[in-house]
């Protein structure tokens, strides 16, 4: 699976979301409802994190230093895990104390059709953006479900645009909900509720990513198809076996192998120099992220371990 960035899908998402939240943050000016104004503090986070993320695209271009000689590759994995945690303290939280306190003090809407007008709009530029992530997606998560592609990709920036497009889209199906039940019933509590669902839908999606993103940032290592890839491109006529061998992410683009093998007998030192030298062009060859890689021969002592 590829670690493309997403470019594209988050600048979609950042173009939508400030428009929005500046027209969502009118809307509440001028209906006083409490689902445009959680609705409006949500935006805003998104714009925010859309930020974070290229910033994180960014500075994880950083060239390698004596400080950090393995390069700067988990900035994405940092900024994707501010992001979550944004997503939970603005969005969910604003929103469920928002809610809360309407549905405790009703407050008549004012001009609620102009919320609705708002909302409409925004539901249309959330699907830009949403179908901008999910086309982005589709590109590099080949065979696997959506839910297999946010668990499994390496590449941060694609599954938080994805989730947080999907709850803006059904933030706003429920704000909408919040201010027509409003509207035919004339009680305003339905707009408190409506805000404490959006509030519970982020703090579930938050929570998602939150998990997802420290997974990566304390270190993922290289699913098992990648890793028999692996083995298999280090295994020659030559090489009884890999003993065992350890990967590491560190960064979407670049990953960390580490392998101890086993060669054959009567090999002089210029023979296995040129046989590690080989198997790791064919690891680079298919494997592109595979950007550091040590191969040290060694002695079967009988482990049977490979990963």
Known sequence: MSAG???????AALAANAGIA???FGGF???GSSSMLAESVHSLADTSNQGLLLLGQKTSQRKASEDHPFGYGRDRYFYSFVVALMLFTLGSVFALYEGIHKVEHPEPLESAWVAVLILVIAIGLETYSFRTAIKESRAIKGELSWWQFIRQSKTPELPVVLLED?????????????VGLTVLTGNAIFDGIGTVCIGVLLGVIAVVLIVETKSLLIGEGASR?????IIGQVESERVERVIHIRTQYLGPDELLIAAKICFTE???VAEVAAEIDGAEKRIRANVPAARLIYLEPDLDRGRTTTA
């Open 225 to 229: 198809a990648v890793l028999d890839e």
């Open 266 to 268: 009567s090999l002089s």
């Open 5 to 11: 960035g997403g470019t594209k899908a988050i600048l």
């Open 166 to 178: 999907l709850g803006a889209l059904v933030g706003l199906v429920l704000a909408l909900g919040g």
């Open 29 to 31: 000016l001028f209906t």
């Open 22 to 24: 500046v027209a969502k």
